[in-house]
């Protein structure tokens, strides 16, 4: 099994729909959740973290953590061409300063 | 306050050449990660520094990578010999905390 893993894409949604990227970890002691955004031939950029179980807010996204079942989603809301990109879910285990394991992306596509 | 820096950001070698990548994390950081970056798959850790010494380094191919830290700040990663399995973006990345902030990223190319 691997540690982190998510939902297969590509992902196509309209402009001004809302965007849902899932994804699924496996150490059950995992601590800290974060969603990096990576545009095409660029590097990856922290959009949010998550600590705690329940939903967290950043203007247009929305990361939910539910650590019981071992889930993070991040909902991006009226999306935007400009999000069009793939979407990284990484997780640390549990040590403040440790290594980030991460998914393999969903890229996303959002269409005018 | 300015990111994280790499040099250089694209590379051609021929297998069994030598390459290096240099990274300065951001001011104040003293936790600093190398990752590498297959096309299509997430970042994978090859090396993490707390200062100048080596936290984790049990994903690093130690027969053909090395990476050091000299005095807390930059850093160097070495590729020798190079294979074309190599072939990949190596990233640096700096903390003070729990949040990761990568370098642009050097984009290796082993031929």
């Known amino acids: 099994q691997k540690e982190v893993e998510q939902n297969s894409g590509p992902l196509s949604v309209p402009e001004g729909a809302i965007a849902s990227l899932n994804c699924t970890y496996s150490?059950?002691?995992?601590?800290?959740f974060f969603w990096y955004r990576q545009y095409s031939g660029k590097s990856p950029e922290l959009i949010m973290s998550?600590?705690?179980?329940g939903d967290k807010e950043d203007g247009r996204f929305t990361a939910q953590l539910n650590k019981a079942s071992q889930y993070v989603s991040l909902l991006i809301r009226d999306s935007q061409p400009s999000d069009s990109a793939t979407y990284l879910c990484?997780?640390?285990?549990?040590?403040?300063?440790?290594?980030?394991?991460f998914g393999r992306g969903t890229q996303l596509t959002v269409w005018p | 306050e300015a990111g994280v820096a790499q040099s250089p950001r694209y590379k051609i070698i021929e297998k069994r050449q030598s390459v290096a990548f240099w990274c300065n994390p951001i001011?104040?950081?003293?936790?600093l990660y190398w990752y590498q970056q297959i096309l299509g798959q997430g970042p994978k850790l090859l090396i993490q520094?707390?200062?100048?010494?080596?936290?984790?380094d049990s994903q690093l191919p130690k027969d053909r990578f090395s990476a050091e830290r000299l005095k807390g700040v930059d850093s160097t990663l070495k590729i020798q010999p190079a294979k074309l399995e190599d072939s990949a973006v190596y990233l640096c990345?700096?903390?003070?905390?729990?949040?990761?902030?990568f370098g642009p990223g050097t984009r290796l190319t082993v031929t």
């Open positions: 998550i600590y705690s179980n």
């Open positions: 150490d059950r002691g995992s601590q800290s």
């Open positions: 990484a997780v640390n285990r549990g040590s403040t300063l440790g290594r980030l394991y």
């Open positions: 990345a700096s903390t003070r905390s729990y949040e990761q902030y």
């Open positions: 001011s104040g950081h003293a936790t």
């Open positions: 520094f707390q200062n100048n010494g080596v936290v984790d």
